[in-house]
């Protein structure tokens, strides 16, 4: 079975619905993104061993210690060892001379360059010779992309390369750094391609990809699948309160009030703290809705933090501000007027103050008892 590549139109071969490998826990996108610079691929099994046999393992362990004094005795015997005995004036002499440093060994300076325009095959090609690291050359290079978030046309020239070498068949991983480029990039065109390459490609998606997904989705008419992720997630996992953002956003930002606030419940049933930027979502929504049932959650929202001691920034809390501006008297409906003064009307209340109120109109209710019969009503 074949997938065509509609959306990547670079892309001259074709998707096979075959996987290019299976996704380990060492090799699974949770990996890659708490650890971005750093690929390493460890494979872990348990099984169950029998007794060692006490004569082979002394075999061994001799075999061993003449193996290391033998290791001991080439590092001793070796002068060119970068970080050998005696070696300081050479590293400083290298590191003071740019001409020599290039021929300083290979893991005291960096591999490659990135590019910084789409390449050819051939220009690929030659980027894989020049690459002397140990890790997968494809995996490397889309993940110090990702870290210092390079073009999406970059990128897919990447793909486009790595899909002409493999018979058209593209790794997991390397679709998924990919697609976390796109939603960095808020290219939600690419983000539904690689979507649907992914959907045709494997039954299910790991958590990672759904929440990079739904990061992506909630910017497009298509945003409901989301929605659609969220309960994939929910089926091995309590999703997080960033799965609920994101989710809560989408929704708002397309006019589903009610969405919104069942998702929001949701997640305060699970004992979860939502993000302040998910409870400014609401707030920057309600400035533009003149309703009493709304205005309610959200003076709910306003004792929420109260009670948890939450505090806003200065962006949400600029975002509460300008709700309470925005609203309307209760009796007659009007737009509150702002609070905001201008210097006329600042000089003009001060001045009704100081005369009515400090220096008093009414010096008769401003007077003890004791006095008041001095003074005459004229």
């Not at 300081?88 to 300083?104: E, F, I």
């Not at 590019?115 to 030659?126: F, G, Q, R, V, Y």
């Not at 009610?258 to 004992?271: F, R």
């Amino acid at each position: 079975m074949t997938f065509y590549l509609p959306g990547f139109r670079s892309f001259s071969k074709l998707w096979t619905s075959t996987p290019s490998f299976e996704l380990g826990l060492a090799t699974s996108p949770v990996f890659f993104f708490l650890t971005v610079t750093r690929n390493q691929h460890r494979w872990f099994s348990v099984k169950t061993m029998p007794p060692p046999n006490s004569k082979a393992m002394n075999l061994l362990l001799a075999k061993a210690r003449t193996l290391k004094k033998g290791n001991d005795s080439n590092r001793q015997g070796s002068s060119d060892h970068y970080f050998a005995a005696g070696a300081a004036k050479k590293r400083s002499h290298l590191t003071s001379n740019p001409q020599q440093r290039a021929h300083a060994p290979s893991h005291v300076r960096s591999t490659i360059k990135l590019p910084t325009k789409p390449l050819s095959s051939e220009e690929w090609d030659k980027l894989k010779e020049e690459f002397n690291g140990k890790a997968s050359f494809e995996d490397w290079v889309i993940s110090q992309m990702v870290g210092s978030s390079s073009s999406v046309d970059v990128a897919k020239s990447l793909l486009a390369w790595v899909a002409a070498r493999n018979n058209g068949i593209v790794g997991y991983n390397l679709l998924v750094k990919y697609l976390y480029l796109c939603v960095s990039h808020k290219q939600t065109s690419e983000v539904i391609d690689v979507y649907e390459i992914m959907k045709a490609k494997y039954k299910c998606l790991e958590t990672t990809a759904n929440t990079i997904l739904i990061r992506g989705l909630i910017h497009s008419d298509r945003w409901r699948e989301a929605l659609l992720l969220l309960e994939d997630i929910k089926k091995v996992m309590v999703p997080s309160k960033r799965n609920y953002n994101d989710c809560i956003q989408g929704a708002l930002l397309h006019q589903d009030v009610d969405v919104a606030w069942s998702l929001y419940q949701e997640l305060l049933g699970h004992n979860l703290i939502p993000l302040l930027e998910t409870l400014k979502a609401f707030f920057d929504f309600g400035k533009d809705i003149n309703d009493d049932h709304y205005s309610d959650k959200l003076l709910n929202i306003l004792l929420y933090l109260r009670n948890n001691q939450l505090y806003p920034g200065e962006s949400f809390a600029h975002s509460i501000k300008t709700w309470f501006e925005s609203g309307h008297c209760s009796s007659c409906g009007r737009a509150l007027e702002s609070i905001h003064l201008s210097p006329e009307e600042y000089e003009f209340l001060k001045g009704k103050i100081m005369r009515d109120v400090i220096d008093g109109g009414d010096q008769y209710k401003k007077t003890t008892p004791q006095f008041r019969p001095h003074f005459r009503v004229t």
